[in-house]
């Protein structure tokens, strides 16, 4: 079965292929002044369980399309099936916006995207500006 995935790629995949998904984001969201230390401390544990994550770095300004600090964790495709149910099981009450990477930030950040916890608002306006997908 490795063979296959390690072969030379088949034919693009179509719209609505999650073969198109090439990493997931997962945005930590938090308060700097009341919630950051459960921030700190779930950011320590994916490091020490998920080295194959790359944490992004703190965001205590907006930055992007969203209105509350954050930090972000970007994850290979092949880490969802155990990084996600970990992830639901442990974030302390954050709020996260887990999204593919598929190459329509507006759609992965909005149609494509699922929330753990409170949904937030996000600035949509930003990817408009970028010239990404509108």
Known sequence: MSEKSSAAPGPPAAAGDPRAIAAYHAHVYYDPATTRGRAEQLRRRVAAEFPQAKLGRWHDELIGPHTQAMYQIAFPSGMLASFLPWLMLNRDGLTILLHP????????????????????????EAFRNDGAAG
């Open 101 to 124: 990477e598929a190459g329509d930030d507006y759609r992965d950040h909005t149609a494509h995207a699922v929330w753990f916890g409170a949904v937030l608002p996000l600035r949509l």
